[in-house]
């Protein structure tokens, strides 16, 4: 297809009230700001009807899990249950580098993000427009011989590309 949508949508789980689906990498999840283009929240709504509400959002290089609340009710509780930590998100991704320290680490940064290039930048200090993020990385397989890392990230701020520019602050693209 044009946006590179799959023929069907994959389900992972679905009751009455939840929808989980996977959403490959390269998509918008939902709309973005002065963005005309289609979303993967528009196809699940096309597949599973209008009534259905995206909970949360991955950046559109992160393939991942979708959750949907299928009425207000679930879409809310989906919501709170993501504010207060009932629910989280947990990444597994590859970085540059087979040298990174093993022990489970806790870093502590600054992002700003540049709104007219959408480029972001990780500070040691707060600067200038600049918001803190909270990332925990965890090794779960080193690859000495092609020299990288796959890690297991959970991060306690979400913001746009916080991951990918947090990772590469400490030399682990």
């Given at each position: 297809?044009?946006?590179?949508?799959?023929?069907?949508?994959?389900?992972?789980?679905?009751?009455?009230?939840?929808?989980?689906?996977?959403?490959?990498?390269?998509?918008?999840?939902?709309?973005?700001?002065?963005?005309n283009e289609p979303t993967?929240?528009?196809?699940?709504?096309?597949?599973?009807?209008?009534?259905?509400?995206?909970?949360?959002?991955?950046?559109?290089?992160?393939?991942?899990?979708?959750?949907?609340?299928?009425?207000?009710?679930?879409?809310?509780?989906?919501?709170?249950?993501?504010?207060?930590?009932?629910?989280?998100?947990?990444?597994?991704?590859?970085?540059?580098?087979?040298?990174?320290?093993?022990?489970?680490?806790?870093?502590?940064?600054?992002?700003?993000?540049?709104?007219?290039?959408?480029?972001?930048?990780?500070?040691?200090?707060?600067?200038?427009?600049?918001?803190?993020?909270?990332?925990?990385?965890?090794?779960?397989?080193?690859?000495?011989?092609?020299?990288?890392?796959?890690?297991?990230?959970?991060?306690?701020?979400?913001?746009?590309?916080?991951?990918?520019?947090?990772?590469?602050?400490?030399?682990?693209?």
């Amino acid at each position: 297809s044009l946006y590179g949508f799959p023929k069907e949508l994959t389900t992972v789980y679905e009751d009455e009230n939840i929808l989980v689906v996977y959403k490959p990498q390269g998509l918008l999840s939902n709309e973005e700001h002065g963005n005309n283009e289609p979303t993967y929240e528009d196809y699940v709504k096309k597949v599973k009807g209008e009534n259905i509400q995206i909970c949360h959002r991955l950046d559109r290089n992160t393939a991942g899990l979708l959750v949907f609340g299928k009425n207000q009710e679930a879409y809310e509780e989906l919501l709170d249950a993501f504010k207060h930590g009932y629910i989280y998100k947990e990444y597994y991704t590859y970085v540059v580098g087979s040298d990174i320290n093993p022990q489970k680490q806790h870093l502590e940064n600054y992002l700003f993000k540049d709104e007219k290039t959408g480029f972001s930048k990780v500070y040691d200090t707060k600067t200038k427009g600049s918001v803190q993020i909270v990332t925990d990385i965890e090794v779960d397989t080193v690859y000495k011989k092609l020299n990288y890392t796959t890690l297991k990230v959970t991060i306690h701020t979400g913001k746009t590309h916080q991951i990918r520019a947090h990772l590469a602050h400490i030399g682990h693209p």
